[in-house]
Each structure stands twice: as structure tokens, then as C-alpha cells.
């Protein structure tokens, strides 16, 4: 244990210098996102409720999933990220993404 103690002090003893740190403001910008959200029933609700946090490109890009899965996922941004969704139009943010959802399925090219 001692030898341990000799050594650290040894190497202890060559870091009296601070590195030189320089910190300076950066701006990036980011790109715009060319996707548009589809009209349809709930929209307002997305448009209120999520786009501060995604964008349209995201929310178009999500996997096929059911009704249930929607539900549990807008309570996991509520619950887990603290989301600031209004509860009372939960309902038709599932709504309107199960019907985007199934546009693109049976529209798949979107022609």
C-alpha cells in the first residue's frame, strides 16, 4: 500500500497545471424539414402536441403499429419525457397516426 502511495504522489506531482479550457458560443442550424404532415382528423392535436420535439419526417418514419401501441408510446412521452401533451387530445393524436398509418399501407408509393 505504501508503494501505491509513492508512485500516486509521484504522479500526482507533474499535474500542478490546469489544461487551458476555452469555451466559446456556437450556433448550429438546423436543416428544414421537407416532409408535411398529411391532412386529416387530429392533425391540429400533432401539430399542438408534438411537433415541438418531432418532426414531420420522424413522425411519417414510424413503424406499422397497432391502436394500443400508439396509446402506450404518447403515455411514454408524457409519463418518461415529461411531454408537455394536453391529455385531452390524446385521443385523437392515436387516431389521426393509426389513419396515416393505414394510408400509407394501402397507398404505399403515396401516388
Known amino acids: ?5 509513492i508512485i500516486l504522489a509521484v504522479l ?6 490546469r489544461p487551458d479550457v476555452v469555451f466559446v458560443n ?6 428544414d424539414d421537407p416532409a408535411e404532415l398529411p391532412p386529416g382528423p387530429g392533425l391540429q392535436a400533432v401539430v399542438e402536441n408534438c ?3 418531432h418532426s414531420p419526417s ?3 418514419q414510424q ?11 404518447v ?9 408537455p401533451v394536453d391529455e385531452q387530445a390524446i ?9 396515416v398509418q393505414a394510408a400509407q399501407v394501402a397507398n404505399p408509393g403515396g401516388a
Do not use: N
Not at 500526482?12 to 497545471?17: F, H, I, P, Q
Not at 456556437?26 to 436543416?31: H, N, S
Not at 413503424?63 to 408510446?73: G, H, I, L, N, Y
Open 12 to 17: 500526482l506531482a507533474g499535474c500542478d497545471s
Open 63 to 73: 413503424p406499422q403499429v397497432p391502436r394500443a401501441k400508439w396509446e402506450s408510446m
Open 1 to 5: 500500500m505504501k508503494h501505491w502511495a
Open 75 to 83: 403515455s411514454k412521452m408524457i409519463e418518461t419525457y415529461k411531454a
Open 91 to 99: 385521443p385523437e393524436i392515436v387516431d389521426y397516426f393509426v389513419a
Open 26 to 31: 456556437a450556433a448550429i442550424t438546423l436543416p
Open 51 to 53: 411537433t415541438a420535439c
Open 58 to 60: 420522424t413522425m411519417l
